[in-house]
């Protein structure tokens, strides 16, 4: 078992992020990512609820943030089965996103409004888009439909 923030950093090392917190593009950028690597089956049990840019759990934040035992002494496995191939997977589905806040703030979004939306009856890519549209009207549908369908083409 390792320390969860252990654990995240080494995740972030991995994909070739940075992982300082100094702006919030990197800070956004680190949230969208864990909630993909957990997508791609890395469950480092954070939940995450819709926020301002998007789906945020503040208890993330905490351990990244802050490295005493108290808020990141959790423990996770050290190697998840098949991660080193689902990272491979994750850093070929978003290619150079992988460094855009802005993009992944998308494409998690939409990610997130396609399976909480199922409920609310948000199955059709119109319905999906016109809700990420409302929710966040600095993207277009042109934008929306591309990471739509990419998220699609990897049945995420």
């Known amino acids: 078992m390792i320390r969860v923030r252990d654990k995240l950093i080494s995740l972030y090392d991995e994909l070739g992020v940075n992982h300082d917190l100094e ?10 990512l864990t909630y ?17 840019h998007g ?21 996770v496995r050290e190697v998840f089965p098949n991660e080193k191939n689902n990272l491979t997977k994750l850093k070929e589905f978003l ?14 979004s939409l990610h ?22 409302d929710l966040k009207p600095q993207f277009n549908e042109s934008e929306a ?4 369908n990419k998220i699609k083409e990897f049945s995420l």
């Open 23 to 32: 702006s919030l593009d990197n800070r956004k950028q680190l949230q969208k």
């Open 95 to 108: 290619g150079s996103d992988i460094h855009s806040s802005r993009n992944l703030e998308l494409i998690v």
């Open 36 to 52: 993909l690597i957990e997508v791609f089956g890395v469950d480092l049990n954070f939940r995450f609820h819709w926020y301002i």
């Open 145 to 148: 439909k591309y990471y739509l």
């Open 55 to 75: 789906p945020y759990d503040r208890k993330l934040t905490a351990v990244l943030y802050d490295d005493s035992e108290e808020t990141s002494g959790r423990e």
């Open 112 to 133: 997130y409004i396609m399976h909480v939306g199922e409920k609310d009856n948000l199955t059709e890519d119109a319905k999906i888009i016109r809700q990420l549209i």
